[in-house]
């Protein structure tokens, strides 16, 4: 009776978990520049139920960049060089989560507008018109939008940023485990801890 409860407990758990890998999380983020001011939003979302949302920059951010001092830690070569090479011998496996990662990454919307201006014109004109000849295609053909608006009297590089993706983690999940599986891997992992 006991063993039958566990055994079901465990079952859902685990049903828990899967669907957790086989529902899409949303990856929401907004960014905006202009001049010196920098905002935007990042939120997480799973079925609509936000998990996670931040303002960028966070209030907490400023304050640790006022009252933290920076602590020079020693440099060794001989460590990383180490870690230089376990990332070497992990490489296959690495660039196996990054496929899985791609594959599992399905872009909704991705918006693009800049205000671009240097100090000549002549070279704001030459630049703009390089970058025109790239975002008007890609805007044409894919769901990008993509735009740069020329500012010929000021110096300028001002503009917002908008991506909205959805992120199945279940063959991500898959490959993290293949990969630390892996002796290098796991080395690389303990060498980064400790870096």
Not at 1 to 24: D, E, N, Q, R, W
Not at 38 to 58: D, H, M, T, V, W
Request: hydrophobic content about 50%.
């Amino acid at each position: 009776m006991i063993l039958t409860v566990i055994g079901v407990i465990i079952l859902i758990l685990a049903l828990i978990l899967l669907s957790f890998l086989l529902i899409p999380f949303q990856i929401y983020l907004e960014l905006h520049k202009i001049g010196t001011n920098f905002k935007g939003n990042f939120a997480l979302r799973c079925i609509g139920i936000k998990i996670f949302q931040r303002e960028i920059p966070s209030a907490e951010e400023k304050e640790e960049k006022e009252e933290k001092k920076e602590e020079k830690k020693k440099f060794d070569l001989q460590q990383i060089l180490r870690i230089l090479n376990l990332f070497l011998e992990s490489w296959p496996y690495l660039v196996n989560i990054l496929q899985a990662f791609i594959k599992s990454l399905s872009l909704e919307k991705l918006s693009v507008h800049m205000t671009l201006g240097f100090e000549s014109p002549a070279d704001t004109a030459m630049i703009t018109g390089y970058l025109w000849s790239f975002t008007y295609p890609v805007s044409a053909l894919t769901s990008i939008e993509a735009s740069v608006t020329p500012d010929f009297n000021n110096r300028v590089l001002d503009g917002d940023l908008e991506i909205d993706v959805k992120l199945k983690l279940f063959w991500i999940a898959v490959e993290v485990i293949r990969a630390i599986t892996k002796k290098p891997v796991r080395k690389l992992i303990q060498e980064l801890r400790s870096f």
